[in-house]
């Protein structure tokens, strides 16, 4: 199966009619994954794919508008009859498990363990699925989050998660096929570098020599059409919006 990007949602920091927040169906040897898992996107989910089908689950940082719908995923695989064959692996920073544990009331997530594995990222971790190879970069954030690079029979998928402008973007972008990256803010305000600009994006998808550009999630000060014109023009090469509903194969 060749690598392929569905589009859940884009929406920050909060989800719209029609507008999900972050979330993507990752696709490619043989591995279905979900990547970030925002609010609204496990219904979008299931317009593509049969959760109980999902090889792992990949989460950038656990902010809501990455995360939240972890939630009604549980509720599906325990109680809906939607469980999987096996447990799916979530790779997450390492406090994912404890805050799905807090809002069950519960002290741990061994309750889980048999729906869900949670495995805690790093910076470097590396995992291969089928033929699917996933990388995973400490980016810069507010809090702990990863960028991903995604390798399949020779095509390259990355992705910024939510991120300032840092070295390691560079090296998950480099040479790959689709730069899936997010134009968060108009502007940096001073001192702070935890989004990027369209410019920014652009910038990077032209220095790390991508083939491809696609720009998400635009905030409010932003609208989609005009980050993806300003990205565009920074970059000089290919560029579009990510919409939900679109599937993009490498």
């Not at 979008?44 to 999902?54: A, K, S, V």
């Not at 960028?147 to 390259?156: D, F, K, N, P, W």
């Amino acid at each position: 199966m060749p690598l392929s990007l569905t589009v859940l949602g884009t929406a920050s920091p909060h989800p719209g009619p029609g507008h999900p927040c972050s979330g993507y169906l990752l696709r490619g040897g043989g591995a279905e994954v979900w990547v970030d898992a925002g609010t609204g996107t496990f219904a979008e989910l299931q317009r593509h794919t049969d959760p109980r089908r999902l090889t792992a689950i990949w989460i950038s940082h656990l902010h809501a508008d990455h995360c939240a719908d972890l939630l009604p995923a549980v509720y599906a695989f325990a109680f809906g009859g939607l469980t999987p064959p096996a447990p799916v692996p979530v790779y997450a920073p390492r406090d994912c498990a404890r805050r799905l544990a807090a809002f069950f009331g519960q002290p741990d997530a061994r309750f889980l363990t048999g729906i869900l594995d949670f495995r805690a990222l790093h910076d470097g971790h590396s995992v291969r699925h089928w033929n699917l190879k996933l990388t995973s970069r400490a980016v810069a954030h507010d809090t702990e989050a990863y960028g991903l690079r995604a390798e399949c029979q020779g095509s390259v998928l990355a992705y910024s998660g939510d991120s300032g402008p840092c070295p390691a973007l560079f090296e998950l972008a480099s040479g790959a096929d689709l730069f899936l990256c997010e134009a968060d803010i108009d502007r940096h305000r001073d001192g702070e570098q935890v989004h990027l600009t369209p410019e920014d994006a652009g910038d990077t998808a032209r220095q790390a020599g991508v083939r491809e550009l696609v720009v998400t999630h635009v905030g409010p000060t932003l609208t989609r059409e005009n980050a993806t014109a300003r990205a565009a023009a920074a970059f000089g090469g290919p560029t579009r919006s990510a919409h939900e509903g679109d599937t993009v194969p490498l």
